[in-house]
């Protein structure tokens, strides 16, 4: 499967506890992204990086969330000290990097977080 | 500033009849306009992009859908639902002129094709 791969699939943890998750994006895709999806709403974008390069974060991204992509391929997406605010599903999308303004993104299954 | 409306949260059609999932936006340039659609606890899958040229783009599953740029207008639509396009489609948009690569999305819209 040459996707954009998640995990884990599903997490359940408790408040207080923290959670990494892992995205793994297509092969040679450049760019990759964090998104947040709570039932009923449309992907939240969290933030993105350019190769190893953390270029943006969104505002939903406070100071418990950490993410980061250390050689340019996999990305991992921290939560610490979780809230049951934080119960979403968490989508990793990435895309070529290579194609100008009609870069596309690719989406990932997603990981479904619950906090008890 | 960029945004999309997708003005129905559900969609009921029969089977074998047209469908139509309406979306509108809003941008300062010009709009990447995009079709993704979601079946239950799964990613995003994408369907199809508008970038520039014909205003009827064609994409996966046989769906298309046609830009109007007098009513910044970007609906999704398909001549013949199956039942097994019911599922949670989202419209997205990113400002081609604006230097960001993030697209906003749309809350969704729910298909649902009856037998």
């Known amino acids: 499967d040459t996707g954009v791969s998640q995990d884990p699939r599903h997490k359940i943890t408790k408040r207080g506890q923290n959670v990494t998750f892992r995205c793994d994006p297509i092969?040679?895709?450049?760019?990759l992204y964090w998104y947040r999806q709570t039932l009923g709403q449309g992907p939240e974008f969290l933030t993105y990086?350019?190769?190893?390069?953390?270029?943006?974060k969104s505002r939903l991204l406070s100071d418990r969330f950490s993410a980061e992509r250390p050689k340019g391929s996999f990305s991992t997406l921290e939560i610490q000290r979780t809230e049951q605010g934080d119960s979403a599903m968490y989508l990793c999308?990435?895309?070529?990097?290579?194609?100008?303004?009609?870069?596309?993104?690719?989406f990932g299954p997603g990981t479904r977080l619950t906090v008890l | 500033a960029q945004s999309v409306a997708q003005p129905e949260d559900q969609v009921n059609v029969a089977e074998g009849n047209p469908l139509t999932v309406k979306c509108t936006y809003s941008v300062s340039g010009n709009p990447y306009l995009f079709w993704y659609v979601q079946y239950p606890n799964r990613g995003l899958q994408f369907l199809l992009k508008?970038?520039?040229?014909?205003?009827l783009v064609k994409g996966s599953y046989g769906f298309e859908a046609e830009f109007n740029k007098s009513q910044t207008s970007f609906h999704l639509k398909k001549p013949s639902a199956l039942v097994s396009d019911s599922a949670l489609y989202f419209c997205?948009?990113?400002?081609?002129?604006?230097?960001?690569?993030?697209?906003?999305f749309g809350r969704g819209t729910s298909l649902i094709v009856h037998p």
């Open positions: 092969s040679e895709h450049n760019r």
């Open positions: 999308a990435s895309s070529p990097g290579t194609t100008g303004a009609t870069d596309t993104q690719y």
């Open positions: 508008y970038i520039t040229g014909d205003n």
């Open positions: 990086f350019q190769n190893e390069a953390q270029l943006e």
């Open positions: 997205a948009v990113r400002d081609m002129t604006g230097g960001s690569y993030i697209p906003t």
